[in-house]
């Protein structure tokens, strides 16, 4: 019974996921979720060991405890998306509290976002206030349907989205900015995004963890390399390699927030 409820369950994701719009499940129908994990509902809630564990616990247990969606959100460009196709921006595509609340029906109980940011890609590094209250809304909605929540950036100081997707179209060229990968300034600025997104979202109590950069991809934008002995061997601590760059983001967001977890690191 368990097995074909969690089949239920994949099923509906991935329909949900390709944009179908099948018809609305059955109360009786919807799998019955029982929380394997929970935190307290606020910090100062009392710690109940009963039901409570560290964000820690998540990572580190031999059981998976996430299962749930991605979600991509972008900076509406709109020269580039028209009024309708990411939503009116300035971030989009839009969400809704009902979206994050059938996922949490279906049986989810995590959202994975991948999104820009918190500061301009272009000199000088600057906060974006926009992109922090898109963030703070979105969040509070993931929250009230009783989600966890990862945040993981593609977008900062010398990174647009366009290497990852675009690289090869010629719309992408004037847009495409991915200098950071030659750039120590544009790292240390990184280094310091981080450490403000932390410090400010480590209020939200569902956000378990950060994903520092999707998709790092210097070896095969820049240098057209794939192999990774081929690439240690001339490149190993160089600003290509993703290994000299993310220690420093991590120390930066240790020193404002020892909880949250940066998916790969070890306690």
């Known amino acids: 019974m368990e097995r ?21 499940i059955p109360a009786s129908e919807v799998p019955v979720f029982e929380p394997t994990v929970a935190f307290p509902a606020s910090p100062d ?10 964000k820690w616990d998540l990572w580190s247990s031999n ?26 921006g300035p971030i989009g595509p839009p969400y809704t509290q009902e979206d994050f609340d059938r996922l949490a029906a279906l049986g989810a ?45 593609r977008t900062g100081p010398g990174r647009a989205d366009w290497s990852i997707c ?43 963890a950060y994903k520092l950069m999707v998709e790092p991809n210097a070896a095969g934008f820049h240098l057209n390399i794939y192999d990774p002995e081929e690439f ?4 190993s601590g160089s600003t290509y390699d993703w290994n000299s760059f993310f220690p420093d983001i991590i120390t930066s967001i240790r020193e404002v927030d020892p909880e949250n977890a940066h998916p790969g690191e070890r306690r």
């Open 4 to 24: 074909n409820q969690i089949l239920l369950v994949l099923f509906a994701l991935v329909l949900q996921a390709c944009g179908s719009s099948p018809e609305p």
């Open 45 to 54: 809630a009392p710690h109940n060991p009963q039901y409570a564990i560290s």
């Open 63 to 88: 059981e998976t405890l996430l299962r749930g969606a991605n979600i991509s959100q972008v900076i509406v460009i709109p020269e580039l998306d028209g009024p309708t196709f990411k939503g009116p």
């Open 109 to 153: 109980n995590y959202v994975s976002i991948s999104g820009p940011g918190i500061y301009s890609i272009e000199p000088p590094y600057e906060l974006l206030p926009e992109v922090v209250a898109h963030y703070d809304r979105l969040l509070d909605m993931i929250a009230r349907a009783d989600l966890f929540a990862t945040m993981g950036f």
């Open 166 to 208: 675009c690289a090869d179209e010629a719309w992408a060229l004037p847009y495409l900015v991915d200098s950071v990968w030659e750039n120590r300034v544009e790292q240390a600025a990184w280094v310091e995004m981080w450490r403000a997104a932390a410090e400010h979202f480590r209020g939200h109590s569902n956000v378990v």
């Open 232 to 235: 240690f061997a001339s490149y």
